[in-house]
């Protein structure tokens, strides 16, 4: 493939030391089995069983397949208990693989996430990060700093996102100046699902840093495409899909809404910046046709990737960006997207790994987004650079060799709000200024504050939550 063609040196010595590195990994000396922790088997299946690692099994390095819905709540999926919207293809999905019901993603808006996801850091180690989200060219993803797809296009792999980017506009920031070798989507926060206009009247698709014309539904053309990289004959190289839907994210506008997306095109043209953000649209019904979209759009991705017989070697991961919107079904979760409760952070994980995991799984160890870019460096036979320290910690030990899962402090900062995860103990800190204790074993809503009766506990988080803090750049202004 002639895109790939410049790299192919450079990839194939990088593909032998990743090799060596990843037998290392599925070789390495198998611990004591590890009983997932005790918690409500949250909308769990009957089929679902607690997970539980499968030691004795071997792989070559996974494809990667890592899927991101857009604002596309917690509960939003029929899996994780949604009463009205049927999601069938992702529900598949789950039973093929390992559900997580105590996932979080690495902030509450679309770009910081993004930052904790490309770096494996939290969004406050890099100015770009600090954006919440990015909304013009003043920020983004340093081309120098190493990312999860420069680490693994150096280890052999071949690297493409499709989809949203949000990490910074052209022409000092973009996919392929840090570590994709193709890019294919919009670079924005959001578009009109028709016209490709962006917030500032923009337009917003491009194939690489060229625009490309394309006026049909973008759902569907970021289906096509996906479906046709994850068919292509990639030989021996394994490769990295980074699939971002912008689907359910506004504005509210289904496949054939073309009145709707016509008026929202033209209030774009006429200058209302807002338009976007589609205040006066929308419904739960519309809300439930874009979602059960996304689910159909998946579906004809892991066709086309069943098709192309790379299946079994290839690990598909599925999440949100951050917490539900305004229509989402967030229940029992209180807040939603942008805040820092639950309903604005802890998101659907689902992944599925036919040569290494079993499904009808489930299991309650608290994650977030960080964490996946260190699991998928250790599967990849790939290394973090040491002057960009991780703080996600990897999951292959829990996932593929039976280890504990590692116990450890999951922290998000935004601006006006603070939360800090160490078990099942939540410290929050909303606008109101007021430090919350929570226990997420049985108030998963957030209603029973139990900082008077735990003042130690909160005393002990809160310092936690601020040693981290201290290490992070200080917001602007």
Same mark, same amino acid.
């Given at each position: ?13 990088g593909?032998?030391?990743?090799a ?8 390495? #000396? ?7 922790? #005790?918690? @409500? ?8 069983? %607690?997970?539980r ?14 899927i =991101?819905?857009?604002?596309l709540?917690?509960a939003?999926?029929?899996?994780y208990g ?5 999601t069938?293809?992702?529900? $598949?999905?789950?039973?093929q ?5 105590? +996932? ?28 919440e ?7 983004g993803? *340093?081309p ?34 840090? /570590?994709?070798?193709e890019f ?7 578009? %009109?699902?028709?016209?490709k206009?962006?917030?500032?009247? &923009?337009y917003?698709? !491009? *194939? ?10 973008y ?12 068919s292509?004959?990639?030989?021996? %190289?394994?490769?990295?899909?980074? =699939? ?9 506008i289904?496949d ?24 006066? /649209?929308?419904?739960? @019904? ?13 579906? &004809? ?5 069943g098709?192309?017989?790379?299946? %079994? ?12 919107? $305004?229509?989402?079904?967030n229940?029992?979760?209180?807040g ?5 409760? *639950?309903?604005?952070i802890?998101?659907?994980?689902i ?18 987004t ?11 036979? #790939? ?8 703080? /996600?910690?990897?999951?292959?030990g ?8 590692? @116990? $450890? ?7 006006? *709000? ?26 998963? $809503?957030?209603q029973?504050?139990k ?7 909160? +005393?002990?988080?809160?310092? #936690? ?8 750049l200080? !917001?602007? /202004?």
């Amino acid at each position: 493939m002639t895109s790939y063609e410049p790299n192919l040196s450079r990839r194939a010595f990088g593909g032998a030391v990743g090799a060596t590195a990843a037998a290392a990994v599925g070789l390495g #000396a198998a611990a004591p089995a590890h009983a997932a922790p #005790a918690a @409500e088997a949250q909308h769990a299946g009957p089929q679902e069983r %607690e997970f539980r690692a499968d030691r004795g099994r071997r792989s070559r390095r996974p494809n990667i397949l890592f899927i =991101l819905g857009d604002d596309l709540g917690w509960a939003d999926l029929s899996s994780y208990g949604s009463p009205h919207i049927k999601t069938p293809n992702l529900d $598949r999905l789950a039973r093929q693989g390992v559900r997580f019901t105590d +996932a979080y993603s690495g902030s509450a808006t679309c770009s910081p996430t993004r930052f904790s996801l490309y770096t494996g850091r939290y969004p406050g180690r890099t100015k770009g990060g600090l954006a919440e989200p990015i909304a013009d060219k003043s920020a983004g993803l *340093e081309p120098t700093h190493p990312t999860l797809a420069s680490l693994l296009r150096d280890s052999g792999y071949a690297t493409a996102l499709i989809g949203k980017w949000h990490c910074g506009y052209l022409p000092d920031y973009s996919p392929t100046k840090s /570590g994709w070798d193709e890019f294919f989507g919009n670079f924005g926060g959001a578009l %009109e699902y028709y016209s490709k206009l962006g917030l500032g009247g &923009e337009y917003d698709l !491009y *194939e690489g840093d060229a625009e490309y014309k394309d006026l049909r539904y973008y759902t569907r053309i970021l289906t096509e495409r996906a479906s046709e990289y994850v068919s292509r004959d990639h030989g021996d %190289e394994p490769w990295l899909l980074n =699939l971002n839907f912008t689907t359910p994210h506004w504005p509210w506008i289904a496949d054939g809404d073309t009145e709707a997306s016509a008026e929202v095109t033209r209030r774009i043209k006429a200058g209302d910046g807002r338009a976007l953000w589609h205040q006066d /649209g929308g419904s739960v @019904e519309k809300y439930k046709q874009m979602v059960e979209d996304l689910d159909r759009s998946v579906g &004809e991705v892991l066709k086309a990737l069943g098709r192309s017989g790379q299946e %079994e070697d290839t690990l598909v991961f599925f999440s949100s960006d951050n917490g539900g919107e $305004r229509f989402s079904y967030n229940w029992p979760l209180s807040g939603n997207k942008a805040s820092l409760q *639950e309903g604005g952070i802890r998101v659907p994980n689902i992944v599925r790994w036919p040569a290494r995991l079993d499904g009808g799984q489930v299991s309650h160890v608290p994650v977030f987004t960080p964490d996946w870019t260190a699991t998928l460096l250790e599967l990849a036979g #790939a290394r973090a650079n040491p002057a960009y320290p991780l703080d /996600g910690v990897s999951l292959a030990g829990y996932l593929l060799r039976g280890e504990k899962a590692a @116990e $450890r402090n999951l922290f998000w900062r935004v601006r006006g *709000e603070r939360a800090l995860r160490r078990g099942d103990w939540k410290y929050y800190r909303g606008k109101t200024g007021r430090d919350q204790l929570f226990n997420l074993a049985g108030d998963l $809503r957030e209603q029973a504050d139990k900082a008077a009766l735990e003042p130690a506990r909160l +005393a002990e988080l809160r310092a #936690a939550w601020e040693k981290t803090d201290a290490g992070l750049l200080p !917001y602007p /202004g």
